[in-house]
């Protein structure tokens, strides 16, 4: 291990939710384990999980804590909001772009008592610009989605554009990120320059996930290479460190088996998150599909609904339970069928599974566009697909090798990359460069 980390400060700080949180939790616990002092700042709901892993915590006091739980409760005219880039506009000024000042506060305070020397954060965690500017503390940041900093080969992230391939892409593309600039989301981006100007920040405008992206003095980017689009203009702070899992100690975590997956030939394995609720997004549809076939289907409900769907579908073919750790159940798998969950997408990858992807909400778009355009599966490209569209590329995928062929390609390349040693070698490097010399 790296013995410019020993004894350093490290501040994690990060959005409440599963999704911003949970593939941090790694590495906080590689770091606090090489002899780093870690601490976490964010919501109170998550103090039995930072308990869990001997990790402190500072929870919100003069940031409004908006959280899964509280959400529509804090905000229900979100609710009513039924057009996405309407909704995406709402949730980057009130859930992000407005806490940036209140998160400051308290971090403010926090440093004095805790004089970190790095905070590292989740990707949208709308501090940054503040801790690296007013603060003079260098910012890592994590990227947990597809790779959202703009680029003039892309069309904004959102779109789920592939590449452009000629100049008159490029142009095209040029034009639709001018307009999600100054028209879609001019307003969100007007906020939070606003906010930024009224603390003395002055920074190119941007919309927020891009400019905290670029803001980061360095940015460890989830995936690799492979499986993110190529661009010319990419940011000299980036880097890639592969796939970033939850911490699991396997010492006190629960094995999972059913005997049935030693019977079958072919095994899919379904899942969408924890975060979706609406079981009718893609685990009855999938359910609906392939009920009393030759293929076993496993779904996996986040905690959302199991009972109900036992009760529905009692085909032997069937097996549906609240969570089954991934890496149990992966090796009897053939297949992989998500909503678009990037940290699923890349676990599949690693476990060589061709990969069925339907969400378009939310970022997953983005997800499905990446499965389709690297042939690692087919993208379905609807919220809720149809039972035989999913049967459909099942059959596809099963038939057809090339979907294998590309994955596990991808999945030696994933295999190269040791994510902790990495990112903690990158934060290293970045302290070693920030250290003032005496008389200097």
């Not at 629960?254 to 379904?270: A, I, N």
């Not at 009692?314 to 750790?325: F, R, T």
Request: hydrophobic letters at 40%.
């Amino acid at each position: 291990m790296n013995e410019a980390l020993y004894g350093k400060k490290i501040l994690f700080a990060t959005v409440p939710s599963d999704g911003h949180i949970n593939p941090l939790t790694g590495l906080a616990k590689y770091l606090k384990e090489a002899g780093c002092d870690v601490r976490w700042y964010t919501s109170r709901i998550f103090e039995e999980k930072l308990k869990r892993l001997s990790i402190p915590l500072y929870i919100f006091t003069k940031a409004l804590d908006i959280n899964p739980i509280n959400l529509e409760y804090i905000f229900p005219e979100r609710e009513y909001i039924t057009d996405q880039p309407e909704k995406l506009n709402f949730d980057l000024i009130n859930i992000f772009a407005k806490r940036s000042s209140e998160y400051y506060a308290d971090i403010k305070t926090i440093y004095g008592t805790f004089p970190f020397d790095l905070m590292i954060c989740d990707s949208m965690f709308s501090a940054i610009p503040f801790v690296k500017a007013k603060m003079n503390i260098p910012v890592v940041s994590v990227g947990m989605v597809p790779l959202a900093t703009d680029s003039v080969d892309l069309a904004s992230y959102g779109m789920a554009l592939t590449p452009a391939a000629t100049a008159s892409q490029h142009a095209e593309y040029a034009r639709l990120r001018d307009f999600v600039s100054t028209v879609l989301f001019k307003r969100s981006i007007d906020v939070y320059e606003a906010i930024l100007r009224e603390n003395d920040i002055e920074i190119e405008r941007a919309i927020l996930f891009d400019l905290l992206i670029r803001q980061s003095d360095l940015y460890l980017q989830i995936g690799v290479p492979g499986f993110e689009y190529k661009r010319s203009d990419l940011g000299d702070n980036i880097r890639f460190v592969g796939t970033m899992m939850p911490y699991s100690n396997k010492k006190e975590n629960r094995t999972w088996f059913d005997e049935r997956v030693l019977k079958y030939d072919k095994t899919v394995l379904v899942t969408q998150g924890t975060a979706e609720s609406d079981l009718k997004n893609i685990l009855e549809p999938t359910l609906e599909a392939l009920k009393d076939t030759d293929t076993l289907v496993i779904v996996t409900t986040g905690g959302n609904g199991t009972l109900a769907l036992r009760e529905k579908y009692k085909s032997s073919n069937l097996i549906i339970e609240s969570y089954i750790p991934f890496d149990e159940v992966m090796p009897y798998a053939s297949l992989c069928i998500t909503n678009g969950g990037y940290m699923t997408t890349l676990l599949s990858i690693t476990h060589k599974l061709p990969i069925i992807t339907s969400g378009i909400h939310g970022g997953k778009n983005e997800v499905g566009t990446r499965v389709a355009y690297f042939n690692c599966g087919i993208n379905l490209n609807v919220e809720i697909p149809a039972s035989e569209a999913i049967r459909d590329a099942v059959q596809e995928i099963l038939s057809n090798y090339t979907y294998k062929s590309h994955v596990s390609q991808l999945s030696d390349e994933l295999k190269k990359y040791d994510a902790y040693q990495l990112s903690a070698s990158y934060i290293a490097e970045l302290l070693n460069e920030n250290v003032v010399l005496p008389g200097k």
